[in-house]
């Protein structure tokens, strides 16, 4: 990847030289853990202005539940995952369709606070899901077993992070 503009202010314009080692484009907001993206057209053309604009999801708030039907074919067989927020952070689940990248996706659930839950509904076109948390670089992944089931149900955490004398001592 190659970071094009950085801190980009709101109202801002920017002029982007490329050339077509570019596939796609992702932004990134300040403080917010969603982003968009901008692919090329069918021609692999991009539209030569493009007005960013941050994604509208509705948030999954404390304490609350909701249901969220993630499948791109709504007629395909449903398989549920009830997720369980206990980060303590705000989260997005992000449910990946292709095992090698994670294109295309789906933003199953947007700005999950902590202890909030969410039923979601997918199918057999999703192969993982990317947990990632506002504030953090860090993310999760959950993947289906050898079976190629996925749990009922899954409690979101805060990634493990080391400490560097946890590292030293594992190295002795």
Do not use: W
């Amino acid at each position: 990847f190659q970071d094009c503009v950085v801190g980009m202010a709101e109202g801002a314009k920017a002029l982007v030289t490329l050339d077509s080692s570019f596939k796609y484009f992702i932004m990134t907001y300040h403080g917010d853990a969603r982003d968009t993206e901008l692919y090329p057209d069918a021609n692999m053309k991009y539209p030569s202005s493009y007005v960013i604009k941050a994604p509208s999801v509705s948030a999954v708030q404390v304490g609350s539940s909701g249901s969220y039907d993630c499948r791109s074919d709504k007629s395909s067989t449903p398989i549920t995952i009830e997720f369980d927020n206990e980060s303590g952070k705000l989260v997005r689940v992000r449910g990946c369709q292709n095992q090698y990248s994670c294109k295309p996706f789906q933003d199953c659930v947007v700005g999950m606070a902590e202890g909030a839950k969410a039923l979601v509904t997918l199918d057999s076109s999703f192969k993982y899901f990317i947990m990632t948390y506002h504030g953090d670089a860090r993310d999760t992944e959950l993947y289906p077993d050898a079976n190629m089931k996925y749990p009922s149900s899954y409690v979101i955490k805060v990634p493990y992070h080391p400490r560097s004398q946890d590292l030293h001592s594992a190295r002795a």
